[in-house]
């Protein structure tokens, strides 16, 4: 099977309280669901993770134009991932940095991925 872009919505203690996937390994188109769910879980999200099953490693130009919106549609900053076969990133208040300890559910994002691993997995 086709690895494929992950949404979760991540609330509070990490715990996943919603989530979506597309087709494609390499895009995660925008659904009115998802921004529902977002707009409905509002007050318990605190972070919104996807994955990039064939990277990079990083925010893509659609990434930052998604996580500007969604910032200024919630009126508040929210923590923004992505997990990819050899990592994860994390924005936080303006700030990205690579994560050395994967929270419990970026095993489950990378299993709805159909991630491969890559055998260079290295968490700096």
């Known amino acids: 099977m086709q690895p494929r872009e992950v949404c979760l919505l991540i609330g509070r203690d990490g715990k996943?309280?919603?989530?979506?996937?597309s087709?494609?390994?390499v895009a995660l188109p925008d659904?009115?669901?998802?921004?529902?769910?977002?707009?409905?879980?509002?007050?318990?999200?605190?972070?919104?993770?996807?994955?990039?099953?064939?990277?990079p490693l990083a925010f893509?130009?659609?990434?930052?134009?998604?996580?500007?919106?969604?910032t200024l549609a919630l009126?508040?900053?929210v923590?923004?991932?992505v997990v990819a076969p050899n990592?994860?990133?994390v924005r936080e208040h303006g700030e990205?940095?690579?994560?050395?300890?994967?929270?419990?559910?970026?095993?489950?994002?990378?299993?709805?991925s159909r991630m491969q691993l890559r055998q260079d997995n290295v968490h700096v």
């Open 79 to 81: 923590r923004f991932s």
């Open 75 to 77: 009126g508040r900053p």
């Open 31 to 55: 659904s009115r669901a998802r921004w529902e769910a977002i707009w409905r879980l509002r007050d318990e999200l605190e972070e919104i993770a996807h994955s990039h099953p064939v990277g």
């Open 96 to 112: 990205e940095r690579l994560v050395t300890e994967e929270p419990h559910w970026t095993g489950r994002l990378r299993a709805e």
């Open 87 to 89: 990592g994860m990133v």
């Open 16 to 21: 996943v309280l919603w989530s979506d996937a």
């Open 60 to 70: 893509s130009a659609e990434d930052e134009t998604t996580m500007g919106a969604l």
């Open 23 to 25: 087709d494609s390994p």
